[in-house]
């Protein structure tokens, strides 16, 4: 079954509002991310959260993490047209022979309308 | 400043047809270097990794095959093309951090 899995699929809301994604995990992790991905385009990390931390801050960007209930959100505030895009979480479940592996969930596609 | 680059953007082929694309990457020193497909909208899938020269793990049985014949260019092939391999293909690299850092990808469709 899917590691990463996130809610809601899609999300529309108005320009200036605050967009909050979440994420579902289903074994231990390292880290959790989140990446964003413009349509057509490759995919651009947003921040990490490590697992022995519960919130993180960058910017309008606010990463909360609960290892016990295996789940994160992702909230932006203040929200602009531009930040239009699908976002992902992934998940790094350990390193093999030195490269990370990333288990990516399905995506929220957000929709900011001016 | 380190730039990783895939080509071609785009690429359409017949099925049977062969396949390759190409990541480089620019700036840095034995990266850690991924392959990802990522069918319409939807996750990403790890496809291939590779820590050094020569060094390749498959994360998937699949009809795609993966080289890295220089430090800093992963190479994803296929010796005949399945309507099922369509979808975005992304490159990946990283060092010890834990940030990935992505390309631009490929965009094959097979018809």
């Known amino acids: 079954s899917q590691q990463g899995e996130e809610d809601p699929q899609a999300l529309s809301i108005q320009e200036g509002e605050n967009a909050t994604m979440n994420c579902s995990y289903k074994?231990?992790?390292?880290?959790l991310q989140w990446y964003r991905q413009n349509s057509g385009r490759g995919l651009v990390h947003l921040i990490l959260?490590?697992?022995?931390?519960r919130e993180k801050h960058s910017g309008r960007l606010r990463v909360t993490l609960d290892t016990s209930k295996k789940s994160s959100s992702l909230l932006i505030t203040a929200s602009r047209a531009a930040d239009t895009a699908s976002y992902f979480c992934?998940?790094?479940?350990?390193?093999?022979?030195?490269?990370?592996?990333?288990?990516f969930g399905q995506g929220t596609r957000l929709t900011i309308n001016p | 400043s380190q730039t990783i680059h895939q080509w071609p953007a785009t690429l359409v082929q017949p099925v049977g047809s062969p396949l390759s694309l190409e990541c480089t990457v620019e700036?840095?020193?034995?990266?850690?270097l991924y392959w990802y497909r990522q069918a319409a909208g939807r996750g990403l899938q790890l496809l291939f990794y590779?820590?050094?020269?020569?060094?390749i793990s498959s994360e998937v049985p699949q009809n795609l095959s993966a080289s890295r014949p220089q430090d800093r260019q992963f190479i994803l092939s296929s010796k005949k093309l399945l309507l099922s391999d369509s979808g975005f293909y992304l490159c990946?690299?990283?060092?010890?951090?834990?940030?990935?850092?992505f390309g631009p990808g490929t965009r094959l469709t097979v018809l």
């Open positions: 590779s820590v050094g020269i020569g060094q």
């Open positions: 992934a998940t790094d479940v350990g390193r093999i022979q030195g490269a990370q592996k990333l288990v």
């Open positions: 959260i490590r697992s022995n931390e």
């Open positions: 074994t231990s992790i390292n880290n």
């Open positions: 700036g840095t020193s034995n990266p850690n």
């Open positions: 990946a690299w990283n060092l010890l951090a834990d940030t990935q850092y």
